[in-house]
């Protein structure tokens, strides 16, 4: 039996500083929800909806960086280290439009999207509340996507830990004046989760680029040096993370579709999925730095020819990343009220999320097998592969997610157990690629 020569050390090397930078980002939705649950259920409902449409527009940036990643692992692993700096540069260039031209889109269109498809007119205006400043974040998120991929491509996380801490730090802080208006500030609700947000998104991009002009060998990569714009080059990235970015895209619109079905069911119902949402995104941090190390491994080895080594070294991935994920599901099982009281004060709404907490719990067992698994074949650079299979698999969640919902009139927890069903039917689409798919001789 073959096996990959990349040992849990290296893996671990590579995950462990993304996971701590996950758990860090995520402390900004856990305050953020933590301190709504404290103003009220429609703001808390409110900033559920507009979180998922704010992260399905940056998910776009997302997958061209998770792109990047790839093209940058590949290059770094065929030691071609004076062609990532000026990838790294069309990469910015591209995502700072991207981010202006996503900015001035939303504010047009959402007016028109939420008068549709919002039933309840006090979360309607919510909602538009707290999308008013929070869009803005776009612009600084984009400029950090295009640091990550850099950092991530290379295999050097650490500095992604250290940015969302200071990030995550000055967000907490600010939630706390913003939202409440401590210290003599004015007092903003929901709307000063969405300006402390921003302004955390500025302060990571000051502290990405201050870090990189200051311990990152700028002559090494070819960095900062602003070369001219190159059609060609860009082109080439586009063919590898534009399905990326499409991908990451449909996910996250299935997701707003399912809270849009959700918020159809009352704001009760859409209160406890905004807790459970972020007591779920807190299991999925140590998937994601996972995933975040299979994509790069995946694509280094096949820049250095290590084909056959592949497969090992995603089911290794699998087995390391499943044991993190149970110990989060074991502590969700064991004190569950005391879980759940991290983001609401309110003992109805604890009582009435906990079957929901039970149904993700088992979830995330399964999504832990379908990512890991799929980022295999992202990372593989067949990205037009891992866009058909989001696409189906997306499609059928949505359509699943009606049924729920709007036919059987389900209860909450039972809708949330289309989670479980994407986690297997994603896993075995990947695994089937993986063992018969044409990925082997893919140039990018």
């Known amino acids: 039996m073959i096996k990959t020569t990349i040992s849990y050390k290296k893996i671990w090397k590579i995950a462990y500083p993304i996971i701590l930078g996950s758990i860090v980002q995520n402390i900004i939705s856990v305050t953020d929800t ?13 900033a559920a909806i507009g979180g998922v449409f704010y ?19 590949r290059r770094y692993g065929e030691n071609k280290h004076n062609e990532i700096g000026i990838i790294i540069e069309h990469s910015h260039y591209f995502l700072i439009l991207l981010g202006i031209v996503l900015v001035i889109v939303a504010k047009g269109t959402m007016p028109f999207i939420f008068d549709k498809v919002l039933e309840s007119n006090q979360v309607r205006i ?26 991530i491509g290379i295999a050097k996380t650490k500095v992604i830990t250290w940015t969302t801490i200071f990030m995550a730090l000055t967000n907490v802080f600010l939630d706390y004046i913003l939202i409440f208006g401590n210290f003599g500030f004015q007092k903003y609700g929901i709307a000063g989760a969405a300006i402390a947000s921003v302004i955390a998104e500025i302060t990571a991009t000051i502290f990405f680029i201050i870090y990189t002009l200051k311990f990152v060998d700028i002559k090494f990569f070819r960095l900062f040096r602003f070369e001219k714009f190159n059609f060609t080059l860009l082109k080439r990235i586009l063919t590898v993370a534009l399905p990326m970015m499409m991908q990451n895209f449909i996910s996250f619109i299935g997701w707003f579709f399912f809270f849009l079905f959700v918020e159809k069911m009352g704001e009760r119902s859409l209160a406890i999925s905004n807790v459970i949402r972020s007591i779920y995104v807190v299991m999925l941090i140590p998937i994601w730095g996972f995933t975040s190390a299979t994509n790069t491994l995946v694509s280094f080895l096949i820049g250095r020819q290590r084909i056959n080594e592949v497969i090992p070294l995603v089911i290794k991935i699998l087995k390391f990343c499943i044991v993190g994920v149970v110990g989060i599901v074991i502590i969700n099982l064991v004190i569950p009220e005391k879980v759940i009281a991290i983001y609401t004060n309110n003992p109805v709404l604890i009582e009435d999320s906990l079957p929901a907490l039970y149904v993700i719990s088992i979830a995330a067992i399964f999504l832990t097998i379908g990512f890991v698994l799929f980022s295999g074949v992202s990372g593989t650079g067949m990205t037009k592969a891992s866009f058909i299979i989001e696409t189906v698999v997306i499609f059928m969640y949505v359509f699943i997610t ?5 036919i059987e009139n389900s209860k909450v927890e039972y809708v949330w157990s289309v989670e479980i069903f994407y986690g297997i039917i994603i896993g075995s689409f990947s695994y089937l690629y993986l063992k018969y798919g044409k990925w082997k001789d893919k140039r990018i």
């Open 126 to 151: 919510a909602t538009t509340e707290y999308l008013k400043y929070r869009l803005f974040g776009l612009l600084f998120a984009s400029v950090n996507f295009g640091f990550r991929a850099f950092y």
């Open 34 to 46: 933590a301190f709504l649950g404290r103003v009220g259920e429609i703001e808390l409902g409110a």
């Open 55 to 73: 992260l399905a527009l940056i998910m776009l940036g997302f997958g061209f960086s998770v792109g990047t990643q790839i093209i940058v692992a």
């Open 402 to 406: 009606y049924i729920l919902v709007n």
